[in-house]
């Protein structure tokens, strides 16, 4: 029962390179998104997706950019990565009546940006 | 100021103790409260959802005070397996966006 599958665990970037961090989830939730994590500070909304080509912001958004082309995935993109980005990312799924908050995350991808 | 906000702790109890925890959330008009766990390096999953009448699971107890804007949670006889960090989550009726406090950590000593 794979649940929600993030790629990749680990990945060390150099200031200004991009990349893809890749979110997969099998249980056909409608509701997606992706937080970070630091410390002291809690996890943050970054970008969520309500369905299929629907995608709105959450608090911290600024440097990321998220599509949703299908039910099953929510891939976050790093355009220009900066040290600021330093952080473990969680990709979080839940059935459409999220007032159940029941919450499915992924197992992280720790992101250091050197 | 923070949507949700929580004692960081750490908590250090024994065994069997009896231990509290709260939270305070901004937003009056919040209406879904929930508490998460989060182990050492591992993801958040949900512990627990809180009801206005107070709810319990077992040794957990979670209550609700929304004149004080106010999320407790109880953990009776704890056990070493309760060690990790606890996270006080609220949700607003509208809106799709949950908001997590920092997390009270917890270490249940031998």
């Known amino acids: 029962n794979a649940g929600v599958t993030q790629t990749p665990k680990f990945q060390v970037l150099k200031t200004g390179q991009s990349m893809t961090l890749q979110c997969a989830q099998d249980?056909?939730?409608?509701?997606m998104s992706w937080y970070r994590q630091d410390p002291g500070m809690g996890l943050r909304l970054i970008h969520y997706?309500?369905?299929?080509?629907?995608?709105d912001q959450g608090e911290v958004p600024n440097g990321y950019n998220v599509s949703r082309s299908t039910t099953e995935d929510f891939p976050l993109r790093l355009l220009s990565a900066a040290p600021s980005q330093t952080s473990v990312y969680f990709c979080?799924?839940?059935?459409?009546?999220?007032?159940?908050?029941?919450?499915?995350f992924g197992e992280g991808s720790r992101l250091t940006v050197l | 100021r923070k949507e949700v906000e929580q004692d960081p702790g750490p908590f250090n109890v024994p065994e069997g103790a009896t231990v509290a925890f709260n939270c305070t959330y901004s937003?009056?008009?919040?209406?879904?409260f929930f508490w998460y766990r989060q182990d050492c390096r591992k993801e958040p999953k949900l512990l627990m959802s809180?009801?206005?009448s107070g709810n319990e699971d077992g040794r957990f107890t979670a209550q609700l005070n929304r004149a004080s804007q106010y999320i407790s949670l109880l953990i009776r006889d704890s056990k070493l397996s309760d060690s990790a960090t606890y996270l006080c989550v609220v949700k607003a009726e509208t809106g799709n966006q949950f908001y997590f406090g920092t997390g009270t950590s917890l270490t249940v000593i031998p």
């Open positions: 979080a799924s839940s059935p459409w009546d999220i007032r159940t908050g029941e919450l499915f």
């Open positions: 997706s309500v369905g299929a080509g629907i995608t």
């Open positions: 809180v009801y206005s």
């Open positions: 937003n009056s008009a919040s209406q879904s």
């Open positions: 249980m056909n939730h409608e509701y």
